[in-house]
């Protein structure tokens, strides 16, 4: 009759434990990653401007609107309105001029070709406040982060003049304001 070896075991399941707890408090980590939200948009914004194809004429005027969830771009959360407007305000910030729309239906995305399209409606907001560009944006929720997209599209011709990708840890703070739809 083979004998058990207890000791083995008792260290096996030790171990065990050990790794199953480091693996469950990276996961935790990870949801309670700290990100300056603030900083971290500022910076986008700044690269968004910086990569236009053409430059940005800080005399005429940009309209911002929320960033919409890529799933579904009639729907928009806290977390949209918030990069939205903060990168509207760091464009503030930089000097340009910018006017803020909220308009829900008037833009969008088609779904299977990918272009901005932008309406009548639009194209009479922009043309009343000689708007050369529209800020509009995207985001898409991972894992363990959230995707945008940035983009500066042109009113005239529905170019995209600029656009810049980052993400953001799905911490506590994003994932409660992305529960937050409209």
């Known amino acids: 009759m083979k004998m058990v070896n207890w000791k083995g075991i008792s260290a096996l399941l030790v171990v065990g434990v050990l790794l199953t707890g480091c693996a469950s408090n990276k996961a935790a980590r990870v949801s309670d990653q700290k990100v300056d939200l603030v900083e971290e948009v500022g910076d986008a914004t700044q690269i968004l401007v910086k990569n236009a194809v053409v430059p940005i004429n800080k005399q005429k005027a940009i309209l911002s609107t929320s960033f919409a969830n890529i799933d579904n771009l009639q729907e928009s959360s806290t ?103 409209r």
Not at 81 to 92: C, E, K, S, W
Not at 96 to 119: A, D, H, K, T
Not at 161 to 166: A, H, P, T
């Open 79 to 181: 977390f949209g309105r918030l990069i939205g407007d903060t990168v509207a305000g760091d464009l503030v910030g930089g000097g340009f001029n910018v006017i803020e729309i909220r308009l829900r239906n008037s833009l969008y995305m088609e779904p299977r070709v990918g272009e901005f399209m932008l309406s009548r409606e639009l194209r009479h907001v922009s043309a009343e406040h000689d708007a050369q560009a529209v800020l509009v944006g995207t985001y898409a929720v991972g894992g363990e982060y959230v995707y945008v997209n940035a983009r500066l599209v042109s009113v005239n011709d529905s170019r995209v003049l600029s656009s810049y990708d980052f993400r953001l840890p799905l911490n506590r703070d994003i994932r409660k304001m992305l529960s937050s739809n």
